[in-house]
């Protein structure tokens, strides 16, 4: 049978550069033969361009392929890490988790920094077929080291139950109403929660609590507890205060955010320490009055930075009857301590904290009718003007309120003085 691609059939059309002249010399011009007529053969330019582009898309696809493959690696080794539970910081430090019916569970594992990655965890468990209805409701303390097997096996075995009480800690609170109304609530007794305060390790995985000078303040976590409603466990539970205790001072570390710390360090608040300090002051001047906060921050921050020829007292009267009667009332007591008192004195808001990064600035005063003085409506436009544009000799150094809380602002102490004559007069002074 004849090979139907001989060379005598032209089977040699196939063979790579048959037809073309591969030489150092010029190649010559084709032209007609008893052969017939060749292609012209490729420019020597051209291939070398096809060539060197050849060899970039190989780099690249190389590159890609490389990238892709440190990629996937890198995430097996994370993915393997979290479940074995290596590599993990503070991986010894037990974490109180509470499971309540309905909860996302690997979701909480990841909000509590147990897990890492809560779609490795639900595969994990559907992988060793693991009943999920078998886990249970209540506390857990789990480390982060667990890993993804400890944790199972903790969840199935370990879940306390306990019983709950709903608190509501109240704004500008005091510690001493604090401890009473969890005592009330069976949250705890009196000396449980006096050692959940004392205690020196316990809340390490609750950072800001480090800048508190525990040896000159009242009580360790004063203003620290922030206001707000609580779901607490009952005294049956293990370590019940120390619970309610780490609960608080976590709500209150949500707010102090980068953000606002950052915020707070270029106008002088060295750490969260001192933020909670002036934050406790302008919560206990404004009392319930949240709009009036970035004003009264404003006033005070005036004293401590720019009252030329005073001792930079603040002169808040909240920080004179703070623990009044006693001895350590000097280190609080803002009328006689120049600066800021030693530490906060009451719980404090959202929007205190906000207050001391954010305070309002007036650089232009509306006069009002007592001359120098001007009310939050009044200068409601001048707001937010920068430390650089302001005009010192007309920023706000005093305040004072009327019987119907309303704020009046002035820059002396002659139209403060004036004002509070003329509310006096018109029977508004409280």
């Known amino acids: 049978m004849k090979d139907d691609f001989s060379p005598k059939d032209g089977g040699d059309?196939?063979?790579?550069?048959?037809?073309?002249?591969?030489?150092?010399?010029?190649?010559?011009?084709?032209?007609?033969?008893?052969?017939?007529?060749?292609?012209?053969?490729?420019?020597?330019?051209?291939?070398?361009?096809?060539?060197?582009?050849?060899?970039?898309?190989?780099?690249?696809?190389?590159?890609?392929?490389?990238?892709?493959?440190?990629?996937?690696?890198?995430?097996?080794?994370?993915?393997?890490?979290?479940?074995?539970?290596?590599?993990?910081?503070?991986?010894?430090?037990?974490?109180?988790?509470?499971?309540?019916?309905?909860?996302?569970?690997?979701?909480?594992l990841k909000e509590e920094g147990i897990i890492n990655y809560p779609f490795l965890f639900r595969l994990f468990v559907k992988l060793k077929k693991v009943d999920g209805s078998s886990f249970q409701t209540g506390i857990y303390w789990i480390k982060k080291s667990a890993g993804y097997s400890g944790i199972i096996d903790i969840l199935k075995t370990e879940g306390a139950r306990a019983d709950t009480v709903d608190v509501r800690i109240p704004e500008a609170a005091s510690m001493p109403t604090i401890k009473k109304l969890l005592v009330e609530a069976n949250v705890c007794t009196e000396d449980e929660f006096n050692e959940a305060i004392k205690s020196k390790t316990t809340?390490?995985?609750?950072?800001?609590?480090?800048?508190?000078?525990?040896?000159?303040?009242?009580?360790?976590?004063?203003?620290?507890?922030?206001?707000?409603?609580?779901?607490?466990?009952?005294?049956?539970?293990?370590?019940?205060?120390?619970?309610?205790?780490?609960?608080?001072?976590?709500?209150?570390?949500?707010?102090?955010?980068?953000?606002?710390?950052?915020?707070?360090?270029?106008?002088?608040?060295?750490?969260?320490?001192?933020?909670?300090?002036?934050?406790?002051?302008?919560?206990?001047?404004?009392?319930?009055?949240?709009?009036?906060?970035?004003?009264?921050?404003?006033?005070?921050?005036?004293?401590?930075?720019?009252?030329?020829?005073?001792?930079?007292?603040?002169?808040?009267?909240?920080?004179?009857?703070?623990?009044?009667?006693?001895?350590?009332n000097d280190k609080y007591n803002t009328d006689k301590r120049p600066g800021l008192p030693v530490g906060p004195i009451c719980t404090v808001t959202k929007e205190a904290i906000r207050a001391v990064a954010f305070p309002n600035e007036i650089y232009e005063v509306k006069k009002g009718a007592a001359g120098n003085e001007t009310t939050t409506r009044e200068y409601t436009d001048a707001f937010g003007k920068s430390v650089g544009e302001m005009a010192l000799k007309d920023a706000m150094y005093f305040f004072v309120t009327d019987k119907n809380f309303k704020f009046y602002y002035n820059k002396d102490v002659a139209g403060h003085d004036a004002t509070i004559k003329r509310l006096k007069t018109d029977k508004l002074w409280a």
């Open 13 to 108: 059309d196939f063979i790579i550069g048959n037809g073309f002249q591969i030489s150092d010399n010029e190649p010559e011009k084709p032209g007609r033969s008893s052969v017939g007529r060749h292609s012209a053969p490729l420019p020597q330019k051209r291939r070398k361009k096809k060539k060197k582009r050849s060899m970039l898309s190989t780099i690249i696809w190389t590159l890609c392929i490389a990238a892709v493959s440190i990629g996937l690696a890198a995430g097996i080794c994370l993915g393997m890490a979290d479940i074995i539970g290596i590599g993990k910081k503070d991986s010894e430090t037990k974490i109180e988790l509470e499971i309540k019916p309905g909860d996302n569970i690997p979701g909480r």
């Open 203 to 328: 809340y390490d995985n609750i950072p800001f609590t480090a800048d508190i000078p525990v040896e000159i303040v009242n009580y360790r976590f004063e203003g620290y507890f922030y206001p707000d409603t609580y779901s607490f466990f009952t005294r049956e539970t293990p370590n019940a205060a120390v619970l309610a205790v780490e609960k608080m001072l976590k709500q209150t570390q949500y707010y102090l955010s980068a953000e606002i710390l950052e915020a707070a360090a270029v106008r002088g608040f060295n750490n969260a320490h001192e933020i909670l300090t002036m934050a406790s002051i302008i919560e206990a001047e404004c009392n319930g009055y949240p709009e009036e906060m970035p004003n009264v921050s404003m006033v005070f921050q005036n004293r401590l930075n720019h009252w030329e020829g005073e001792q930079k007292l603040l002169g808040s009267t909240p920080t004179t009857n703070y623990l009044k009667g006693t001895s350590a």
